[in-house]
């Protein structure tokens, strides 16, 4: 069982930054990492992942401007979103997989002036 909590997220500028959070139960054990959103009346997409090692790669929506990471000190994955369009606003999920898929609660992003 992997639990995850998201956090971080908010109203912000476009052109704007924002760091999101994901804290899990573990982090060294799961191969693969995501961040996932969900815009309204859209389906859940892709951001990016990132592997146990470190190799990440993302959606070419949000390519040069968002930035995943993980530290296994912290059992926790970061997103860093820079250079916000409003196309961003979304709710952004937490995504693992050990075994079986698990998911955070979702933290909103707002990207409005």
């Known amino acids: 069982q992997v639990q995850l909590v998201e956090s971080g997220g908010g109203l912000v500028q476009p052109g704007g930054s924002l760091r999101l959070s994901c804290a899990a139960s573990e982090t060294f054990n799961i191969p693969v990492m995501a961040w996932y959103r969900q815009a309204p009346g859209k389906q859940r997409e892709l951001v990016a992942t990132i592997s146990r090692g470190g190799t990440t790669r993302y959606a070419d929506s949000v390519k040069g401007r968002f930035t995943i990471s993980r530290d296994h000190a912290k059992n926790t994955v970061y997103l860093r979103m820079n250079s916000l369009k409003s196309e961003d606003t979304a709710v952004y999920y937490c995504?693992?997989?050990?075994?079986?898929?698990?998911w955070g609660q979702g933290t909103q992003v707002t990207v409005s002036s």
């Open positions: 995504y693992a997989n050990l075994y079986s898929d698990y």
